[in-house]
């Protein structure tokens, strides 16, 4: 059983930028494929970023490309999503999820069916 605890959210002006993080325990770190997903106030819950689990092939939405960047540390058991010129439509719950089979590439399509997900942080950006 893996777990997953997301840190790092908060309140940023547009424009700022926010490093999350999310640690995980319980299980062989460096066999899954990690993925952060967030959700909006009265939206579903969305692909953001995901990382493979060696090579560190990355891939993210389009709503974020070129402004966000996902990265991990198998020595630390952690991925990180370091989020740039932030925008309002940014703000959301952000969730750091883990799965064991499914490739990174395909995680976009995996949503709710990710193996292990985190409790979230919350990320707002003001205008």
């Known amino acids: 059983q893996v777990q997953l605890a997301e840190s790092g959210g908060g309140l940023v002006r547009a424009g700022g930028s926010l490093r999350l993080s999310c640690a995980a325990s319980?299980?062989?770190?460096?066999?899954?494929?990690m993925g952060w997903f967030r959700q909006a106030p009265g939206k579903e819950r969305e692909f953001v970023a995901a990382i493979s689990r060696r090579l560190s092939s990355t891939y993210y939405a389009d709503s974020v490309k070129g402004r966000f960047t996902i990265s991990r540390g198998n020595a630390k058991n952690t991925v990180y999503l370091q989020m740039n010129k932030l925008i309002p439509e940014d703000t959301a719950v952000y969730y750091c999820?883990?799965?064991?089979?499914?490739?990174?590439?395909?995680?976009?399509?995996?949503?709710?069916?990710?193996?292990?997900w985190g409790k979230g942080t919350l990320v707002t950006v003001s205008s």
């Open positions: 999820a883990a799965d064991r089979t499914v490739p990174a590439s395909k995680l976009a399509d995996e949503g709710n069916g990710m193996d292990y």
């Open positions: 319980g299980g062989t770190f460096s066999t899954y494929a």
